[in-house]
């Protein structure tokens, strides 16, 4: 059913594309759905991102979530303990990336085009607030990457973009549970030769909805109030617990 | 059956929220402690944010202790004499701890001073219950007739009130001093407070071991409703979603906690605790000596 609907699309957007196939549109490119909602039962979701290409070449993709400053602290040897010494906050991270593509991006482009365009896990610009000396800064900002990679919040090339007679594309992404809710952008970009000849953002944006969306929505805007319908449900749940284990 | 908590941001499976509060529950209606030092470590293990594992902790020991407090209240075990005297002092405490806790904040290190605070408060409690424990144990049967209480130091001190419940005349001085402090620990740690408030008042007032476990409920339940309140304004890290399907397996366990307590001898009671205790201390010295798997952390900012 999926695939079926995913082959529709895909004709679609080859039929609308067609009188744009020219030397300007070398790229048509859409996604599965624009808004990822995180209702009750959410347990991740794959975001497929499918499209068309006029000639040959290779597709990157990256996808990028909403920015927050991110501290990273570092524990040290005190006295025989283990206690937090050092730490660097590194402004406006992403708190989601990930970077797909049909080969090793290394590869596909050169080391100043993917600093320039932040392509790659290792080419984000992390900046830390404070000046710091710069050998620090590397094992911090490897630190960053390393534990956002382990809980699967970065991602280099851990994905699947298949290309079917040279023309039609689709690259699927598996986002985590925990997956950032907020504005997320997606790149895809067509590489021929070591350069990007065409390329195409779209918006994304993952939203919590349902009862998730009114629960989060109630806890910011009426504190007091969630904060007494919480303890009454509390003790309501208690007592109801007591009452009904008194009769057995 | 995963489920995906609105504030904590991430899912969980159902069941295993359910496993957890009722264990939990059962230790809170078996020893009168709100389980809180035990339910924060392992929501933080399973993923959950730390701020919205102590806040969403503080809902949890609500539903609990009032599970629990009910149920010893219907035994005629809790002295509310003794309690108010607990909370007057508690409530000043839990102040004086909010201010305390934002001064380390802003001087760092806050994470170590709590670690450190929960080893010395665990690991003394814990070995001063284990040894007397043990002493009851091995020592004969005393042939010689018992009396009410000891008569500790503290009964010389002034401002005498008569505590029918815990069939106690003492001075009010040392429950007022003990939700004092117990209320400066609440806040700064983030628990209800009953495991050290048990044993201070089981070995420096004298009350009853069966009267102290519903009284420190009752006190923990007004502290928790206080400590929730301000969380939930505070930092918006209470998750009624996850507090919910905790406690309705903390409310199960807490019934059954307290009938077993009831058929327990106070000897063994109280050696389980000292174990229980004594394990958890065990565990932040490990953490805080042994080498860590990666020595970095790391926090998002500005999110709850």
């Known amino acids: 059913m999926k695939r079926l609907g995913l082959l529709i699309a895909l004709i679609v957007v080859v039929l609308a594309g067609r009188p744009a196939w020219t030397a300007d549109s070398d790229l048509t490119v859409d996604l599965s759905s624009h808004v990822v909602e995180i209702d009750s039962r959410f347990t991740g979701a794959t975001l497929t991102m499918f499209g068309a290409i006029s000639g040959p070449g290779d597709l990157v993709a990256v996808v990028r979530g909403p920015a927050s400053d991110i501290a990273v602290r570092r524990k040290e040897r005190t006295v025989g303990l283990w206690l937090n010494r050092d730490s660097m906050t590194f402004m406006q991270a992403p708190q989601y990336y990930a970077v797909v593509a049909t080969a090793p991006v290394d590869r596909l482009l050169p080391a100043d085009l993917r600093a320039a365009r932040e392509i790659g896990v290792d080419q984000l610009r992390l900046q830390p607030a404070a000046n710091n000396n710069d050998g620090e800064v590397v094992s911090f900002r490897d630190a960053l990457v390393r534990q956002r990679t382990r809980d699967g919040l970065y991602l280099d090339q851990r994905s699947t973009v298949s290309v079917i007679d040279g023309r039609l594309f689709r690259v699927t992404l598996n986002l985590p549970a925990h997956v950032p809710t907020g504005p997320y952008r997606v790149d895809i970009m067509l590489v021929r030769d070591g350069a990007i000849v065409a390329e195409r953002a779209t918006p994304l944006s993952v939203v919590k909805s349902g009862l998730s969306a009114e629960i989060s929505g109630f806890a910011h805007e009426h504190r007091f109030a969630y904060a007494a319908i919480a303890v009454a449900a509390a003790l309501l749940a208690g007592w109801l617990g007591y009452v009904l284990f008194r009769k057995v | ?304």
């Open chain 2, 1 to 304: 059956m995963d489920i995906y908590l609105p504030i904590a941001g991430l899912s969980i499976n159902a069941f295993i929220l359910l496993g957890l509060g009722g264990a939990v529950g059962v230790l809170s209606g078996l020893f009168g402690v709100g389980g809180g030092f035990l339910m924060t470590p392992l929501l933080i293990f399973l993923g959950v944010p730390a701020p919205v594992a102590v806040g969403t902790g503080t809902n949890l020991v609500v539903a609990s202790s009032v599970s629990g407090m009910m149920a010893h209240w219907r035994r005629r075990n809790v002295d509310f004499r003794m309690a108010a005297c607990i909370l007057s002092g508690g409530v000043a405490g839990a102040a004086l701890g909010i201010w305390l806790f934002e001064v380390l904040k802003s001087a760092g290190q806050i994470d170590e001073v709590v670690t450190l605070l929960y080893i010395v408060f665990l690991g003394a409690i814990g070995v001063l219950m284990a040894v007397e424990t043990a002493a009851k144990l091995l020592r004969r049967p005393d042939p010689r007739p018992r009396r009410a209480h000891e008569h500790l130091w503290v009964h010389g001190l002034p401002f005498k009130m008569r505590f029918r419940r815990s069939k106690l005349y003492v001075s009010t001085i040392p429950p007022v001093a003990i939700g004092f402090l117990t209320g400066i620990l609440a806040s700064i740690m983030g628990v209800g407070g009953g495991f050290a408030m048990v044993p201070a008042l089981i070995y420096v007032v004298g009350m009853p071991t069966s009267v102290v476990i519903g009284t420190s409920l009752l006190g923990i339940l007004v502290v928790s409703i206080a400590s929730c309140v301000a969380h939930a304004v505070a930092t918006q890290s209470v998750d009624v979603m996850l507090a919910l399907l905790l406690a309705v397996g903390a409310v199960v366990g807490a019934q059954y906690g307290s009938k077993i307590g009831a058929r327990l001898r106070a000897e063994y009671l109280r050696g389980l605790l000292a174990l229980m205790v004594l394990t958890v201390c065990g565990r932040l010295v490990y953490e805080l000596v042994a080498t860590p798997d990666d020595p970095f952390r790391v926090d998002l900012l500005g999110l709850p």
